[in-house]
């Protein structure tokens, strides 16, 4: 983990989807944040150490996207020790971010870790890395000086990912350079769970001093796009970017990273 000292900063954006905005003003406490998404190494530490069954394990599938065919499915048999349905595994995959895991489960390990999930506000502070007003954790340019920054979808999404950076899935953490913070993955690789609810509109009513999140909702959020995030879809890789999805659901494109309280 490293140390994120407290700051106030702009948060959201107004210039992309109604439910990244308005832009306004947040202060954070200072806190610790993983330098990268939890790996399949430390999850499988967690299973070992308490017998936790994940949803997607009890439930015997998970939210799948298949670049083969450009669509989303439910596959039979998918979960974090089996990444691309039956017959996979996490052979070579130690280091690659743990995937199928829902809210809960995240919950779940943060607990065990003695850490938590982070705030929305926590992760976008952290993600931006000191670049106040930066579209991505290092600038403004996508691809600065044609190279590659993070771990996306190169072409035109679902039709065909080129692959140009290297990665047709999820990617090793660390295969990035960090952010202003020492953050890996900040963008692209994996969406992350966060701790709060979504609400489209929270950013006009948010409180200014570390914000929690509405009180409840139906879906929690996630951020900093994934591998699927491509210029002609979500853009998902923005620091202001932001989606929703069911707390019980596991996707293929979807992990997490933890925080720690100063204190």
Not at 34 to 56: H, I, L, P
Not at 118 to 132: D, I, K, L, Q, V
């Amino acid at each position: 983990m490293v140390f994120i000292d407290g700051g106030e900063f702009t948060m959201g954006t107004n210039d992309a989807f109604p439910f990244e905005g308005p832009e306004h003003r947040v202060f954070v406490d200072g806190f610790y944040m993983d330098v990268t998404e939890v790996t399949n190494r430390q999850f499988r530490d967690f299973v070992e150490a308490t017998g936790y069954e994940t949803e997607s394990e009890k439930q015997e599938s998970s939210g799948f996207f298949d670049a083969d065919t450009g669509q989303w499915k439910l596959l039979d048999g998918a979960d974090w020790r089996h990444p691309e349905g039956p017959g996979s595994n996490l052979e070579g995959k130690d280091d690659y971010p743990v995937i199928h895991v829902s809210w809960d489960d995240a919950t779940a390990y943060a607990e065990w870790a003695g850490k938590r999930l982070p705030t929305e506000a926590e992760w976008e502070y952290a993600a931006r890395g000191g670049r106040e007003g930066a579209v991505y954790p290092w600038g403004d340019a996508l691809r600065p000086r044609g190279m590659h920054r993070a771990n996306v979808w190169q072409g035109r999404f679902p039709v065909r990912d080129q692959a140009t950076d290297g990665f047709s899935g999820p990617a090793p953490v660390q295969r990035f350079a960090p952010n202003g913070y020492g953050l890996y993955d900040m963008a692209g690789n994996v969406w992350e769970w966060v701790a709060d609810w979504y609400s489209s509109s929270y950013y006009r009513e948010s409180p200014r001093k570390n914000p929690k999140g509405p009180v409840m909702g139906q879906e929690k959020i996630n951020r900093g796009g994934s591998w699927l995030c491509s210029e002609n879809y979500c853009q998902g890789y923005r620091v202001a970017a932001r989606q929703k999805t069911a707390r019980d659901s596991g996707l293929n494109n979807v992990g997490f990273r933890c925080v720690r309280d100063a204190s």
